[in-house]
């Protein structure tokens, strides 16, 4: 008697870590789409600070241009040259970019 209750409580004791092993198995299949999904996210919340901090600067860029533009007349000279305006009295010479070896 003492030897079949020996074999059925050590069963048990198999059954149950069995119970538990398959229970952590389903409880981390069940949880890593959820996990890669996360990851996703995150990669994608870092790419789009980043866009935001290069928007942000371009933004500060322009508003010191626009300040220059309102207070700097020798900037707006120099914008307008840049882009091929001149005076009156001036002549702008354009030279082309050396690309190619000698």
């Known amino acids: 008697m003492q030897q079949t209750e020996k074999y059925w409580n050590l069963i048990n004791r198999i059954v149950l870590v069995a119970i538990i092993f398959m229970a952590g198995v389903g409880v981390v299949l069940a949880f890593q789409p959820k ?3 996360l990851q996703e ?43 091929g305006y001149a005076r009156t009295n001036e002549t702008i010479f354009h030279f082309p970019e050396e690309t190619g070896s000698y």
């Open 41 to 83: 996210y995150q990669e994608k919340h870092d790419e789009l600070q980043q866009r935001i901090s290069v928007t942000l600067s371009a933004e500060q860029d322009l508003k010191e241009k626009q300040r220059r533009f309102t207070s700097d007349p020798s900037f707006v000279e120099k914008v307008a040259h840049e882009v």
């Open 35 to 37: 996990v890669k999904q």
